[in-house]
C-alpha cells in the first residue's frame, strides 16, 4: 500500500475521531448523558447537525463559524480538536508505522486529549477515562512492543504512589489540597501506557510548564496562592511530548544525570 495512501488515511481517521472526541467532551462531564445518543446536536438550539455540517474541519469553515440553524457561534474547540487528532494520527503512523504500538498509542492518544480539554473548561478529569486508562494500559503491555508488562506495572504504581505522596505532603503543610485525585489517576494512567521511565519527565515537565503559566495567572486573576489551574493539561501534555521524543528525552536524562562509567 503506497506510503502516502496510508498517510492520508492516518489524517483523515484522525479527523474523524477527533469529530467524536469533541462529542465526549461535551456529554462526558454531564451525568446521565450517552455520548452515542442522540446524535450530533447544536448546544444552542439543540437542531441536529445533519452530515454535510459534521465534515470535520471543513464544515467549520464553510458555515463561517455560525450553526445553519440558530446561527449561533460555533466554538473554536471543535476544529482545534479535530485538527490535533488528524496530526497526532499521522505523526504516531510515522512514528510506529502499522502495529500495536501506533492502535495502542492512538487510542491514549484521543483519552489525553479529551482529559485535556475537560480539565480545562471544568477541572476535573473523568474516572470514566483515567480509572479504565490504567487497566487497559498495563493490559495491552503483554502485545505493546514499547513498553513490558513490568515497566508498565511499575508505572502505574509509582505513577499514583508519587502524585499521592506530593498531594499529601501539600495537604500536611499547607492544610489545603494543592492536587486533586483525578491527577493522580492520570500520573497512574500515564504510567501503564509510558512505562515507569516517563515519570520523571513527565512529572518535571509538567509541573515546571504548570508554574509557569501558574505565575502568568496569579498575576492576571489577581488571587494570590489562591490561584487555580488545572494540572490534566499538563500532565497529558508532558506525556505526549515524551511518547514521541522518549528516545532523545532518555538519551539527555543519561548524559546528565547518570554518572559517567
Known amino acids: 500500500m503506497p506510503e502516502a495512501f496510508l498517510l492520508a488515511y492516518a489524517l483523515i481517521f484522525g479527523l474523524i475521531v477527533g469529530s467524536f472526541l469533541n462529542v465526549v467532551i461535551l456529554r462526558l462531564p454531564s451525568d446521565g448523558e450517552s455520548i452515542v445518543f442522540p446524535a450530533s446536536r447544536c448546544p444552542q438550539c439543540r437542531e441536529k447537525i445533519l452530515w454535510y455540517d459534521n465534515i470535520p474541519v471543513l464544515s467549520f469553515i464553510l458555515l463561517k463559524r455560525r450553526c445553519r440553524h440558530c446561527g449561533a457561534a460555533i466554538s473554536w474547540q471543535y476544529p ?3 485538527a490535533a487528532m488528524g496530526l497526532i494520527s499521522l505523526a504516531l503512523l510515522q512514528k510506529f508505522g502499522l502495529s500495536a504500538a501506533c492502535a495502542i498509542y492512538f487510542v491514549f492518544s484521543a483519552s489525553l486529549l479529551v482529559v485535556m480539554v475537560i480539565d480545562f473548561y471544568h477541572q476535573i478529569i473523568p474516572d470514566a477515562i483515567s ?3 490504567i487497566f487497559a494500559g498495563f493490559a495491552v503491555s503483554g502485545i505493546n512492543p514499547a513498553v513490558t508488562w513490568q515497566e508498565s506495572g511499575l508505572g502505574l ?5 508519587i502524585l499521592y ?7 500536611l503543610l499547607t492544610k489545603r489540597e494543592g492536587m486533586g485525585g483525578g491527577d ?3 500520573l497512574a ?6 512505562g515507569w521511565q516517563s515519570l520523571f519527565f513527565v512529572i518535571f515537565g509538567s509541573s515546571l510548564v504548570g508554574a509557569l503559566v501558574g505565575i502568568g495567572a496569579m498575576f492576571k486573576q489577581k488571587k494570590g496562592r ?3 489551574i488545572p494540572f490534566g493539561p499538563f500532565l497529558a501534555g508532558a506525556a505526549l511530548f515524551y511518547m514521541f521524543y522518549q528516545e532523545k528525552i532518555n538519551l539527555l536524562l543519561r548524559m546528565y544525570f547518570l554518572p559517567p562509567v
Do not use: H, N, R, S
Not at 494512567?189 to 509510558?194: C, K, N, P, S, T
Open 184 to 186: 493522580i489517576k492520570l
Open 157 to 161: 504504581l509509582l505513577g499514583g504512589g
Open 80 to 82: 482545534l480538536v479535530e
Open 131 to 133: 480509572l479504565p486508562g
Open 226 to 228: 489562591l490561584t487555580q
Open 165 to 171: 505522596a506530593i498531594a499529601t505532603a501539600y495537604y
Open 189 to 194: 494512567m500515564i504510567g501503564a501506557f509510558l
